[in-house]
């Protein structure tokens, strides 16, 4: 939700909170959004992850999330060096963003740059992180 208003919204499928680094570029984006596609985290028959987002057609729901770009190693405070400028961070997510929309699946997207409320109803908990 942006300003109470629902921006986006999927059934089955993945919620991904995409952080761009600085140095991501829309080579990296397209990687990613392969891996997202193909990435077999879906039970098939037997109960095993087996499938994959584009075995179960199901819906990709993207949102930008720079703070996934936080060095928390040190200290009290996380470091953003490493994360993609706002222009830059939002032309990769664009990237990102398009390309999916291009695959014959349901795609929605997040606001760059907005302060999003995201709600999730996770069946599992499954939660992967995707370098």
Not at 50 to 78: H, M, W
């Given at each position: 939700m942006v300003e109470d208003t629902t921006i986006a919204a999927i059934g089955q499928g993945l919620l991904v909170l995409v952080g761009v680094q600085a140095e991501d570029d829309s080579a990296t984006a397209g990687r990613q959004l392969e891996r997202l596609?193909?990435?077999?985290?879906?039970?098939?028959?037997?109960?095993?992850?087996?499938?994959?987002?584009?075995?179960?057609?199901?819906?990709?729901?993207?949102?930008?999330?720079?703070?996934?770009?936080?060095?928390?190693?040190?200290?009290?405070?996380?470091?953003?060096?490493?994360?993609?400028?706002?222009?830059?961070?939002?032309?990769?997510?664009?990237?990102?963003?398009?390309?999916?929309?291009?695959?014959?699946?349901?795609?929605q997207a997040g606001r760059f740059g907005a302060d999003m409320q995201v709600h999730l109803i996770n069946d599992g908990p499954v939660t992967f992180i995707l370098d």
């Open positions: 596609l193909n990435y077999r985290v879906f039970a098939d028959e037997e109960g095993k992850m087996n499938l994959s987002l584009r075995d179960v057609q199901g819906g990709l729901l993207l949102v930008p999330q720079f703070t996934l770009a936080a060095n928390t190693r040190k200290g009290r405070r996380p470091s953003f060096a490493s994360a993609a400028t706002p222009e830059h961070g939002e032309a990769v997510f664009g990237t990102m963003v398009a390309a999916a929309r291009e695959e014959n699946l349901p795609v």
